[in-house]
């Protein structure tokens, strides 16, 4: 099977080189600040720690380009010139081993190859090794981010009290410079942040659920091709809207809307609301719910839809007793996927629904959520190790758990009808 003697070829000759180039990518920086530090002037060393990082990042940037190196000021002529030049010799050198790596790696690949040698499967153990390396990676990126938030939201439990963030009903973490200013220590009750994302994705989802589920039973059981084949990119193309221009719409259009109509009622409605909000992000879902329900609903065999027919069940019927349950696990995984969308949702929320956390199940108030806080918290000159900052690490630990057991809930209501319908 000669593709698979070349693919084996072609796999030993370029996987070992394009991991060193990785490693060569990774530490290229580093490599560079080292080289830098052995030629860069005392006289600047003197000066202090951030004239040194700046220093270092001008000569970094402009390392390859020997008149600008030496035009910078920074370095002498002759520093300029052996700092230019060790730095060529170790690309080179580097580049060097990794070309000459490959082409032997390539020639012992080719000299393996005979008529009898089993290309094939020593090609799919390679590349299932690939794939555990590349399955490795990503759960340990998990882990990693996971350990990360667990580590600096212990940071912020240590200056603030566990039951304070979790069921505390006040949330103001502006933190003030001096010890006697009021309200030094900010305030960091959680709870109006997450009954506001919970208030605008709920909205959000009365909104899409229906919408979304109806428009796809309506697509792949009623529509005719040719009507499924013009609507269906048209309603997906709602996925593909950036989400600034939702936020425009929903501040300059809905909101306004909103508040004169509740007006004209009686009703006092605020500018920015929760309704308005999740009016325009239920709109922006809509194609989640669809797109994904549609294609699973499709998928149901037809030996399930005739053998419903042929009992004498109405196509209304059929849909509502086979087709839906049989498609239940792909239709949860839609919805899961839509309330994901939904929460971590910023920019709608940031121009429709504001920055307030406020306490309140009034669809027509001012709310916020947890992503837009953790923006909110992350930007500034704030210290890092701050408790206004290190909240941001707790709120973002707190929004995995709730995805975490939104995904066990889906888990155990697929398997639950998987099996039935198996």
Request: proline share 4%.
């Amino acid at each position: 099977m000669p593709n698979y003697h070349g693919l084996y070829s072609l796999l030993w000759s370029q996987l070992v080189p394009l991991l060193l180039l990785l490693i060569f990518i990774v530490i290229d920086a580093s490599v560079k600040e080292l080289f830098i530090f052995e030629r860069l002037p005392e006289s600047i060393i003197l000066i202090g720690q951030d004239e040194v990082n700046y220093s270092v990042n001008v000569i970094k940037d402009n390392i390859r380009n020997l008149d600008v190196l030496i035009s910078l000021d920074i370095l002498s002529i002759e520093s300029a010139n052996g700092l230019y030049n060790q730095y060529f010799l170790y690309r080179t050198l580097f580049l060097s081993i990794i070309s000459l790596l490959s082409g032997a790696l390539g020639f012992f690949a080719i000299s393996r190859l005979n008529m009898r040698f089993d290309a094939r499967r020593n090609v799919e153990k390679i590349l299932r090794f690939i794939f555990f390396i590349f399955s490795t990676v990503a759960v340990l990126t998990t882990f990693g981010i996971v350990l990360s938030l667990i580590f600096e939201t212990l940071r912020f439990f240590s200056q603030v009290g566990f039951t304070e963030f979790m069921f505390g009903t006040h949330w103001s973490p502006q933190t003030a410079i001096r010890e006697d200013q009021v309200g030094s220590s900010g305030s960091f009750g959680a709870i109006p942040i997450f009954t506001g994302t919970l208030l605008i994705t709920f909205i959000a989802m009365i909104v899409a659920a229906p919408l979304g589920l109806y428009s796809a039973i309506y697509l792949s059981q009623y529509a005719k091709p040719s009507v499924r084949n013009y609507f269906k990119p048209m309603l997906e193309i709602l996925a593909g809207i950036p989400t600034v221009v939702y936020g425009f719409f929903a501040a300059l259009s809905v909101g306004p809307f909103i508040r004169s109509s509740g007006e004209t009622l009686g009703l006092t409605v605020s500018t920015e609301s929760a309704l308005a909000a999740g009016l325009v992000m239920g709109i922006m879902i809509i194609p989640y719910v669809s797109s994904l329900s549609d294609d699973v609903m499709s998928a149901v065999p037809e030996s399930l839809r005739d053998g419903s027919l042929a009992l004498g069940a109405t196509k209304s019927e059929t849909i509502k007793k086979v087709i839906f349950p049989a498609a239940l696990p792909g239709i949860v995984g839609a919805m899961l996927l839509a309330i994901s969308r939904a929460i971590g949702e910023t920019m709608i929320v940031v121009m429709a629904a504001g920055l307030a956390a406020n306490l309140t199940a009034n669809p027509l108030s001012a709310v916020t959520t947890v992503t837009v806080q953790i923006v909110t918290l992350l930007v500034g000159d704030q210290e890092f190790d701050s408790p206004k900052t290190l909240a941001a690490f707790a709120l973002g630990l707190v929004l995995f758990f709730i995805t975490l057991i939104l995904n066990v809930i889906a888990m155990i209501t697929v398997r639950r009808y998987r099996e039935r319908y198996d």
